[in-house]
């Protein structure tokens, strides 16, 4: 894209595209958002050994045989998946204002 761009002789002000307020909206939900994800999935990830080494909490019998460890431990791998595909529809959405704020430029919004 950006050989393109020198082919065509289109110069972009990136200083000018971060200081648009849009683009810092954009940017603030999208650390909000990835923060927010991390800290779900890490704190979900490192309370299986803790509870595990720590407590008998889910060393109890939950169907037959099958201890609650191993049902917590299927749930991160759903959890895994369900947060893929939630990191993907937002990604489309946050590339779908990306390209919003890059028109807004291109229409003359965030020059200076």
């Known amino acids: 894209m950006a050989n393109n761009q020198a082919k065509k002789g289109i110069v972009i002000d990136y200083d000018s595209i971060a200081n648009q307020e849009s683009f810092k909206s954009l940017v603030r939900r999208k650390n909000s958002f990835l923060w927010s994800?991390?800290?779900?999935?890490?704190?979900a990830y490192m309370?299986?050994?803790?509870?595990?080494?720590?407590?008998?909490?889910?060393?109890?019998?939950?169907?037959?045989?099958?201890t609650w460890v191993w049902i917590y431990a299927a749930g991160l791998f759903i959890?895994?998946?369900g947060l893929c595909h939630l990191y993907v529809a937002k990604a489309n959405s946050f590339d779908r204002e990306a390209k919003a704020i890059i028109a807004e430029y291109e229409n003359g919004g965030g020059r200076r």
Do not use: D, R, V
Request: net charge neutral.
């Open 37 to 43: 994800m991390t800290a779900i999935f890490l704190s």
């Open 79 to 81: 959890m895994t998946w």
């Open 47 to 66: 309370l299986l050994p803790i509870l595990t080494s720590y407590t008998t909490i889910l060393h109890q019998k939950a169907f037959g045989e099958i």
